[in-house]
């Protein structure tokens, strides 16, 4: 009798166990897209595309249907193990799809092909796809090109030192945008955005990120807050229509605390270099 019990387990078990393992299966057999999210575009000087996996640790994707209804979304983080490859489901058709790449804390939220927010309004160096996806009954593969959707702002400090009780930097600037269009390639509100940046030994430069609102773009005005500790006030300049482009950096070098240091400049030379990650950079002094 226990022998016929035990058998009548193990056919039970079998039976429990065969449907799961038909079902996925199944559900790899149907994924009939394969998106592989590899590279970002390089439009000066045909320069390498480099992985975008190296560059972000975050990608969020969005699939619409005709109507703008949002019919698919995919959420990977840099421990992924198929970071960097999407596999989708989709009845044939045409659709649009939108890709974000960024390095922001959490998941980015895509809204709708026109918006797409960041967590707690954090602009990092983000990257975009935004296309027609087109969807047939087999198996389709595409490896996708982004693009740079930020402009930086780099200060380059000459100072012979920073005040030992400067703990941070706060960067409050207007003009440009924390909320993104793919559609559009550009941002699309007006933000007041507030960045900080700790400050250590030996640690010159810094840089904060905004969505330009178009092609040739402007901060109507950063403030640079030297903070201390307790948050207070040790040294603060302001700058004002500050040129930002798409894929540049806008960089000010110059003596925040006036005390000197090699490389100070104040006659206000224009300088334009090539930089291997980014299209160029537009060098300012102060």
Not at 56 to 85: E, H, I, Y
Not at 91 to 119: C, D, M, Q, R
Not at 225 to 247: C, G, M, S, W, Y
Request: glycine share 6%; proline share 3%.
């Amino acid at each position: 009798m226990k022998k016929y019990l035990f058998i009548v387990l193990a056919l039970l078990v079998a039976a429990c166990e065969k449907p799961i393992l038909d079902e996925e299966m199944v559900m790899k057999k149907e994924a009939n897209v394969i998106l592989h999210i590899t590279q970002f575009e390089q439009t000066a000087f045909t320069r390498a595309a480099t992985d975008i996996t190296e560059l972000c640790t975050r990608l969020n994707v969005a699939v619409f249907d005709a109507d703008g209804t949002k019919v698919k979304t995919v959420v990977q983080k840099d421990t992924d193990s198929d970071f960097g490859t999407v596999t989708l489901t989709l009845a044939a058709g045409t659709y649009h799809l939108v890709v974000i790449a960024h390095n922001g804390e959490g998941s980015a939220t895509i809204t709708s092909e026109e918006k797409v927010t960041f967590p707690n309004n954090k602009v990092t160096d983000t990257f975009y796809y935004y296309g027609d996806l087109v969807v047939t009954e087999s198996q389709q593969s595409y490896d996708l090109v982004l693009t740079r959707a930020v402009a930086m702002f780099r200060l380059m400090l000459t100072d012979e030192e920073i005040p030992s009780n400067v703990a941070r930097l706060k960067f409050y600037y207007t003009g440009g945008s924390s909320t993104f269009s793919p559609s559009a390639g550009y941002g699309c509100v007006n933000s007041k955005q507030t960045e900080y940046r700790t400050v250590a030994p030996g640690l010159t430069v810094f840089d904060i990120y905004t969505l330009p609102h178009t092609e040739n773009d402007v901060l109507t005005k950063l403030t640079v807050t030297a903070l201390d500790a307790n948050d207070n006030t040790v040294k603060e300049r302001v700058f004002e229509n500050i040129p930002v482009t798409r894929n540049q950096i806008t960089r000010y070098t110059g003596s925040f605390f006036g005390n000197g240091g090699s490389g100070q400049s104040t006659d206000g030379t224009f300088r334009l270099t090539a930089d291997p990650d980014w299209d160029s950079v537009n060098g300012y002094t102060f």
